[in-house]
């Protein structure tokens, strides 16, 4: 299994930045990529961004393209989440998730962690 636990969440107010991290334990070598989730309040869970371990091929939701960053840390197996310029629509509880390989799902996921961003 792969453990995940998220920290950095917080209030921010709009134009602010956060800097959210995963960080990943247990059988780390089985996963293929990282993602990063959202779920605000009413909504369905949203995909954010991924990367994976091997060559840090990223991918982005248009909604965040150029205003968030993702990245990784092998040594720390470690994923981070750089947001910028978050406005109120950036409200959501933040995921990140493990995959095992490109066409799996994504099968582990980390507890949350709440970003809040004021208008």
């Known amino acids: 299994q792969v453990q995940l636990v998220e920290s950095g969440g917080g209030l921010v107010q709009a134009g602010g930045s956060l800097r959210l991290s995963c960080a990943a334990s247990?059988?780390?070598?089985?996963?293929?990529?990282m993602g990063w989730f959202r779920q605000a309040p009413g909504k369905e869970r949203e995909f954010v961004a991924s990367?994976?371990?091997?060559?840090?091929?990223?991918y982005y939701v248009d909604s965040v393209k150029g205003r968030f960053t993702i990245s990784r840390d092998n040594a720390k197996n470690t994923v981070y989440l750089q947001m910028n310029s978050l406005n109120p629509e950036d409200t959501a509880v933040y995921y990140c998730?493990?995959?095992?390989?490109?066409?799996?799902?994504?099968?582990?996921w980390g507890q949350g962690t709440q970003v809040t961003v004021s208008s």
């Open positions: 990367i994976t371990w091997t060559d840090g091929s990223t």
């Open positions: 247990g059988r780390t070598f089985s996963s293929y990529a």
């Open positions: 998730a493990s995959k095992r390989n490109k066409y799996a799902s994504y099968n582990y």
